[in-house]
């Protein structure tokens, strides 16, 4: 089964710099790519970039593929792509109008360029992607995600994405980034097998996203990355287990504009036999025929619905102060993040309240309670999770302090950081290791782990002590859960004595370590100086790699080996909870997780 990495991109908008810039940033990152598309407006208004980009100064990393949207194509360009047979330069290739391709990877891509003024009738059924300018009319039906514009769409492309069927569909016209909850279609007729009582008959998902414009004021996301199986190499028995949140299609009302697979009498997507349209009309009729104007579900008027009596959509509904700005999408005076489209609760998966406030935190996002695996200290959905020792709540990480901790808070010789200062930072959600993060959650999960590695940073050295922070990361397991150590170290202790430290109990230990490349193995074991460098062992897969290797190295360092094993450190929770509060309190002026005006 052959996995292929796509990055796809809003408007560029001329900004080709800017664009290649950002995504050899992304492709060092969480690359490397095999396929770039870019949507909506590749060059813009302002295009004198585009000899930089001929000449080879700018270069495409990837191969890519642009269309675009409310702007016809340059002349240059359109000259250059008639001579090159659609490629304008190395690695950058013309879609076209409208049309479809399949990659030399077998992903079998439709798209529509520009505004549609009329309906289109010859795109393929059943695609990878699609990539259209314009939204899709009624995208936002039946999903339980707020906007901060009012989305109108095209109709036509409403019936495009209706009848293409495709599993991703891309589009940039609002200009903001929304990812819509997965949703239903009809199964095609080619991918149904009769015999074959494990596939899901009633079609495969649909995930549509909008994107931003690069470069965007509002800091709204541009990019999104993920994992493709292309339909070429896909069993239909792949989609027999629907998607978390899976609504029905929103398009459910529209007539077909064309493809229709159902028989001719058959004029609506979940029509069986009736032509004619039900009413929606919103007005005095029985409940089961009512549609809600506050959440556009049917079954009982307004004055009944359930976000009325939700407190949390209630607080979400209310317009910010103008100098409020959501940690989420970065929009000022537009929403609180609780009502951020972007944001859902990294414990239920469900939006409409905080972390902090999620009504049902014992139901993993991700279910992994489904397995018959060990159930995972880290994870907050765990009920024997220990609580009491969070300090600070985020949307991807979470600040704990470290049961039986290194550093005694008793002993201020070896730390004065109030509460000891020996804490974690573990993702909300259970991964295994950082590289089973989804790529469109690495980069804001980085972003918050950056941010409390900064904050700690600060607190640490108010009470001179530097930060000493080490992982052990094995690929392929399941129970482990993504976290780092963070440890305050004296400041008497410089980087190099820290890095001596580590590379001679290294190797004692019969291994080496090095400083870190641009790339992590899968298995390693890393440490991050004070100074800001970087220290890194491949684990064999067989190796039998000492997990409290880094745990050893430090507490000989300070002088108290005897506190090598955590187990030996368990504290009463008593004792817990006052250092926790201790931490707390020291730690609240720095948090960057609490909100300040």
Same mark, same amino acid.
């Given at each position: 089964?052959?996995?292929?990495?796509?990055?796809?991109?809003g408007?560029?908008?001329g900004k080709l710099?800017?664009?290649?810039?950002g995504?050899n940033?992304?492709?060092?990152?969480?690359g490397?790519?095999?396929?770039?598309?870019?949507?909506?407006?590749?060059?813009?208004?302002d295009n004198?970039?585009?000899?930089?980009?001929?000449?080879?100064?700018?270069?495409?990393?990837i191969?890519s593929?642009?269309?675009?949207?409310?702007?016809e194509?340059?002349?240059?360009?359109?000259?250059?792509i008639?001579s090159?047979?659609?490629?304008?330069c190395?690695?950058?290739?013309?879609?076209?109008?409208?049309?479809?391709?399949?990659?030399?990877?077998?992903v079998?891509?439709?798209?529509?360029?520009?505004?549609?003024?009329s309906?289109i009738?010859?795109l393929?059924?059943?695609?990878?992607?699609l990539?259209?300018?314009?939204w899709p009319?009624?995208?936002?039906?039946?999903?339980t995600?707020?906007?901060p514009?009012?989305?109108?769409?095209?109709?036509?492309v409403?019936?495009a994405?209706?009848?293409?069927?495709?599993?991703y569909?891309?589009?940039t016209?609002?200009k903001?980034?929304?990812?819509?909850?997965p949703?239903?279609?009809?199964?095609?007729?080619?991918?149904?097998n009769n015999d074959d009582?494990?596939?899901?008959?009633?079609?495969h998902?649909?995930?549509?996203i909008?994107?931003?414009?690069v470069g965007?004021?509002?800091?709204?996301?541009?990019?999104?990355?993920?994992?493709?199986?292309?339909?070429?190499?896909?069993?239909?028995?792949?989609?027999?287990?629907?998607?978390?949140?899976?609504?029905?299609?929103?398009?459910?009302k529209?007539?077909?504009?064309?493809?229709?697979d159902s028989?001719?009498g058959?004029?609506?997507?979940?029509?069986?036999?009736?032509?004619?349209?039900?009413?929606?009309?919103?007005?005095?009729?029985?409940?089961?025929e009512?549609?809600?104007?506050?959440?556009?579900?049917?079954?009982?008027h307004?004055?009944?619905?359930?976000? %009325?009596k /939700?407190p949390?959509? *209630?607080?979400?509904?209310?317009k &910010?102060?103008?100098n409020y @700005?959501?940690?989420?999408c970065? $929009?000022?005076?537009?929403?609180?993040?609780?009502?951020?489209?972007?944001?859902?609760?990294?414990l239920?998966?469900?939006?409409g309240?905080l972390?902090?406030d999620?009504?049902?935190?014992?139901k993993?996002k991700?279910n992994?309670?489904?397995?018959?695996?060990?159930?995972?200290?880290?994870?907050?959905s765990?009920?024997k999770?220990?609580?009491?020792l969070?300090?600070s709540?985020?949307?991807?990480i979470?600040?704990?302090?470290?049961?039986?901790? %290194?550093? /005694?808070s008793?002993? *201020?010789?070896?730390?004065?950081? &109030?509460?000891?200062?020996? @804490?974690?930072l573990?993702?909300? $959600?259970?991964?295994?290791t950082?590289?089973d993060?989804p790529?469109?959650?690495?980069?804001?999960?980085?972003?918050?782990?950056?941010k409390?590695?900064?904050?700690?940073?600060?607190?640490?050295?108010?009470?001179?002590?530097?930060m000493?922070?080490?992982?052990?990361?094995r690929?392929?397991g399941?129970?482990?859960?993504?976290?780092?150590?963070?440890?305050?170290v004296?400041i008497?202790?410089?980087?190099n004595?820290?890095?001596?430290a580590?590379?001679?109990?290294a190797?004692?230990?019969?291994?080496?370590l090095?400083p870190?490349?641009?790339?992590?193995?899968?298995?390693?074991?890393?440490?991050?100086?004070p100074?800001?460098?970087?220290?890194?062992?491949?684990?064999?897969?067989d190796?039998?790699?000492?997990?409290?290797?880094?745990?050893?190295?430090?507490?000989?360092?300070?002088?108290c080996?005897?506190?090598?094993d955590?187990?030996?450190?368990?504290?009463?929770?008593?004792q817990?909870?006052?250092?926790?509060?201790?931490?707390?309190?020291?730690?609240?002026?720095?948090?960057p997780m609490?909100e300040?005006?």
């Amino acid at each position: 089964m052959t996995t292929i990495k796509v990055l796809t991109v809003g408007s560029a908008n001329g900004k080709l710099a800017e664009l290649f810039a950002g995504v050899n940033k992304i492709n060092n990152k969480f690359g490397p790519f095999d396929l770039l598309l870019c949507v909506g407006d590749f060059f813009g208004e302002d295009n004198t970039e585009i000899e930089s980009l001929i000449s080879g100064e700018i270069k495409v990393p990837i191969t890519s593929y642009f269309m675009y949207g409310e702007r016809e194509l340059p002349d240059i360009v359109k000259e250059r792509i008639a001579s090159n047979n659609g490629e304008f330069c190395p690695n950058l290739f013309y879609l076209g109008q409208k049309g479809s391709i399949n990659t030399i990877h077998g992903v079998k891509i439709a798209f529509v360029s520009g505004i549609l003024d009329s309906p289109i009738t010859d795109l393929p059924n059943t695609v990878d992607i699609l990539l259209t300018h314009e939204w899709p009319e009624s995208v936002t039906n039946l999903s339980t995600q707020n906007l901060p514009t009012n989305v109108k769409g095209s109709e036509h492309v409403a019936n495009a994405a209706l009848a293409v069927k495709p599993r991703y569909h891309f589009a940039t016209s609002e200009k903001i980034f929304y990812q819509r909850e997965p949703y239903q279609n009809s199964p095609s007729p080619h991918l149904i097998n009769n015999d074959d009582d494990s596939q899901m008959q009633f079609g495969h998902p649909t995930w549509f996203i909008g994107l931003a414009e690069v470069g965007n004021s509002s800091k709204s996301k541009w990019y999104y990355g993920f994992n493709l199986v292309p339909f070429v190499h896909l069993s239909p028995s792949a989609f027999a287990s629907p998607p978390d949140r899976l609504t029905e299609c929103p398009f459910i009302k529209r007539k077909r504009g064309f493809g229709d697979d159902s028989s001719a009498g058959n004029n609506y997507f979940w029509n069986t036999g009736d032509t004619s349209e039900p009413s929606t009309k919103r007005g005095k009729r029985n409940n089961h025929e009512y549609i809600c104007n506050k959440c556009n579900n049917p079954g009982h008027h307004i004055r009944e619905c359930p976000e %009325l009596k /939700d407190p949390n959509k *209630k607080f979400g509904a209310r317009k &910010p102060p103008k100098n409020y @700005v959501c940690n989420k999408c970065k $929009q000022a005076g537009v929403h609180y993040i609780i009502n951020c489209p972007e944001y859902t609760c990294n414990l239920c998966g469900e939006n409409g309240h905080l972390v902090k406030d999620c009504p049902n935190p014992y139901k993993s996002k991700k279910n992994h309670n489904k397995t018959a695996t060990p159930p995972c200290w880290f994870c907050l959905s765990n009920p024997k999770t220990v609580k009491h020792l969070i300090v600070s709540l985020g949307d991807e990480i979470y600040l704990s302090l470290a049961k039986g901790p %290194l550093t /005694d808070s008793q002993d *201020k010789n070896i730390s004065q950081v &109030p509460g000891g200062g020996h @804490v974690l930072l573990v993702t909300i $959600q259970h991964h295994p290791t950082f590289r089973d993060v989804p790529i469109e959650d690495q980069v804001n999960m980085m972003n918050e782990l950056e941010k409390y590695k900064s904050s700690l940073k600060t607190l640490f050295r108010k009470y001179d002590a530097d930060m000493v922070i080490y992982e052990v990361s094995r690929a392929g397991g399941t129970q482990q859960h993504y976290h780092l150590q963070v440890v305050p170290v004296p400041i008497r202790f410089n980087s190099n004595m820290i890095r001596e430290a580590f590379v001679k109990e290294a190797s004692d230990s019969g291994f080496e370590l090095h400083p870190t490349s641009t790339s992590l193995p899968s298995h390693y074991f890393k440490v991050d100086l004070p100074e800001g460098t970087s220290l890194v062992h491949e684990i064999n897969p067989d190796e039998k790699f000492d997990v409290q290797f880094g745990r050893k190295v430090l507490a000989n360092l300070l002088g108290c080996s005897e506190r090598t094993d955590w187990r030996a450190c368990k504290l009463d929770e008593e004792q817990e909870r006052l250092d926790a509060n201790k931490f707390r309190e020291a730690f609240t002026p720095y948090d960057p997780m609490i909100e300040r005006s």
